[in-house]
């Protein structure tokens, strides 16, 4: 029987980026957007992205990610769960497979949708968990390949995604230690389902497959009010959160929102009150990547060791659905493990087949 205890601490932090880096440059060389690095740059703060490569899927990204994080924890999950917007198929779900090549035999492993919000989304189902027994080690994972959804000519969405999977592994813990979540929020509005959506594909229009269904089977997102939407919901989430944890904003010393775009993560932190210095993210490296972002994020500050452990922590998220998460923790004390890379493998071999239609005519640079 296990024994509960008052909270869930994040134990491991894991990340893997594909290697193929794509610059704005390299977006501006395809010459199908009319755009420029100066207006990327300025607009979002993003200068280039990360594509996987033809082969590599979301779970591929999962696995490597995962393992990094328990390699980082010293310990193994006793349930897995895959926040993502762009699994590996429309079913099963990516995370039973994920388990599966982790090596963790039998646990419970499934997929949750909450688009951008989905790693807070799963942080606060995984604590709840923990807190009360149901497991004491959940896997949560960020993983996504948007670089497969998004139409190259589109320019609301084709310069700001990019692809990435970041992991956090949980554990029963107290209140005092760093990594502690203190509290959570999180919420959803569907009257605004239409904003972030990818029209058909599901129950309510199957695809109609051919050249006529081509553009509807694409991301789409209304950039404008969406960012309208994203510094409404995150500020006023992180006010709530905040205020549950009994925290002012001037006790929070870490700061990271979902990096989607830099002039929104600039307005929330000046009306949450949270001063630029204590603004953390890698969003100018790797662009949005959904689900991903914050877990990227949070092992990306950690690995520069940024942030002291016991730091008091606000993270916060908005994406599709429309849904909005944050969490309020102190700074874990694990470090994303200083092993090499670990080397990303495919589930299946890639294909000797003609390009698929979602992926992106590159012209990319390695890094
Ligand atoms: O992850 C889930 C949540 N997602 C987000 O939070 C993303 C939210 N939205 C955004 O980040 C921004 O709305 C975008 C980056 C998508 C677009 O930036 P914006 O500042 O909202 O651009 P806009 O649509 O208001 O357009 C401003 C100008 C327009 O030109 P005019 O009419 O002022 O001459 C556009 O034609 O910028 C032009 N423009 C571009 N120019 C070069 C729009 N997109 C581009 C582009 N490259 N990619």
């Known amino acids: 029987m296990t024994k509960v205890r008052p909270t869930a601490v994040l134990d491991g932090l894991g990340s893997c980026l594909p290697p193929r880096v794509l610059t704005n440059e390299d977006v501006r060389r395809r010459g199908v957007l009319n755009t420029s690095d100066a207006w990327i740059r300025s607009?979002?703060?993003?200068?280039?992205?990360?594509?996987?490569?033809?082969?590599?899927?979301?779970?591929?990204?999962?696995?490597?990610?995962?393992?990094?994080?328990?390699?980082?924890a010293g310990a193994r999950a006793d349930l897995v769960l895959v926040?993502?917007?762009?699994?590996?198929?429309?079913?099963?779900?990516?995370?039973?497979?994920?388990?599966?090549?982790?090596?963790?035999?039998?646990?419970?492993?499934?997929?949750?949708?909450?688009?951008?919000?989905?790693?807070?989304?799963?942080?606060?189902?995984a604590a709840a968990l923990v807190r009360t027994g149901v497991c004491a080690r959940p896997l949560v994972i960020g993983a996504e390949t948007y670089s497969r959804i998004v139409?190259?000519?589109?320019?609301?969405?084709?310069?700001?995604?990019?692809?990435?999977?970041?992991?956090?592994?949980?554990?029963?813990?107290?209140?005092?230690?760093?990594?502690?979540?203190?509290?959570?929020?999180?919420?959803?509005?569907?009257?605004g389902a239409d904003l972030i959506a990818i029209a058909v594909g599901g129950a309510r229009r199957p695809d109609p497959g051919g050249r006529a269904g081509r553009q509807e089977r694409y991301f789409r997102m209304r950039g404008r009010e969406v960012y309208a939407q994203a510094v409404r919901r995150m500020t006023d989430s992180s006010r709530v959160v905040l205020a549950a944890a009994g925290w002012s904003p001037e006790a929070v010393g870490a700061f990271i929102g979902h990096q989607a775009n830099q002039r929104i993560l600039d307005a929330v932190a000046v009306r949450v009150g949270i001063p630029a210095h204590r603004c953390h993210g890698n969003l100018r490296d790797v662009g949005n990547t959904a689900a991903a972002s914050l877990p990227l994020a949070l092992a990306d500050t950690a690995a520069r060791r940024r942030v002291r452990p016991g730091t008091r922590t606000l993270l916060t998220a908005f994406g599709g659905g429309l849904t909005w998460a944050s969490a309020a923790l102190t700074w874990p004390a694990a470090?994303?493990?200083?092993?090499?890379?670990?080397?990303?493998?495919?589930?299946?071999?890639?294909?000797?087949?003609p390009r698929r239609t979602f992926s992106w005519p590159l012209s990319t640079t390695t890094s």
């Not at 996987?52 to 328990?70: F, K, M, N, W, Y």
């Not at 470090?335 to 087949?353: G, H, I, K, Q, R």
């Open 43 to 72: 607009r979002t703060g993003i200068a280039r992205r990360r594509v996987a490569e033809d082969g590599i899927s979301t779970g591929d990204l999962a696995v490597a990610a995962g393992r990094a994080a328990q390699k980082s």
């Open 83 to 125: 926040a993502t917007t762009t699994p590996d198929r429309r079913c099963p779900a990516t995370a039973p497979e994920v388990a599966a090549r982790l090596g963790l035999d039998a646990v419970p492993a499934f997929d949750l949708s909450a688009v951008c919000s989905g790693f807070l989304y799963g942080l606060t189902v």
């Open 151 to 191: 139409d190259p000519l589109d320019r609301d969405s084709a310069v700001i995604f990019g692809d990435g999977a970041g992991a956090a592994l949980l554990r029963p813990g107290d209140r005092g230690e760093p990594g502690a979540l203190a509290a959570t929020d999180w919420g959803a509005d569907g009257g």
């Open 335 to 353: 470090l994303p493990c200083d092993l090499p890379p670990e080397p990303l493998t495919a589930s299946v071999p890639t294909p000797a087949t």
